[in-house]
């Protein structure tokens, strides 16, 4: 884990700390908090970067930011769903699976 010091020095961000702190604020960054001090797991980084780069790079604006976060978090949850439901297919029997794929291709539609 990192701390805001730690994250402000990182060279592939180049974010000062009252811009990490707003974000922080404003519920786009939430990191462990502990006797008053932020830590950051690699997750929180990777999404700092991610709002550095859609910020800075794409221009996406402040008011916009929580709406393409919620969109993006809502694509990552439904990622991480399908990958489940993909692994709970592939332990199932032969048969089941290849049940299930017929169904996804739509062959009992005829």
């Known amino acids: 884990m990192k701390t805001i010091q730690e ?4 060279a592939e961000i180049m974010i000062e ?3 990490l702190e ?10 462990i908090e ?11 980084i990777a999404r700092i970067q991610l709002i550095y780069e859609l910020h800075h790079k794409m221009m996406i604006e402040r ?4 709406i ?9 949850s439904t990622r991480a769903r399908m990958n489940k439901l993909i692994s709970a297919i592939e332990q199932q ?16 539609d005829e």
């Open 7 to 10: 994250i402000v020095e990182l």
């Open 17 to 19: 700390e009252p811009v």
């Open 22 to 31: 707003e974000w922080i604020a404003w519920g786009w960054v939430k990191p």
């Open 34 to 44: 502990k006797r008053r001090t932020y830590y950051f797991e690699d997750i929180d």
């Open 63 to 66: 008011d916009a930011m929580p």
């Open 68 to 76: 393409v976060l919620s969109l993006l978090d809502q694509l990552y």
């Open 93 to 108: 029997p032969r048969n089941v699976q290849a049940d299930i794929f017929s169904l996804l291709r739509g062959d009992d």
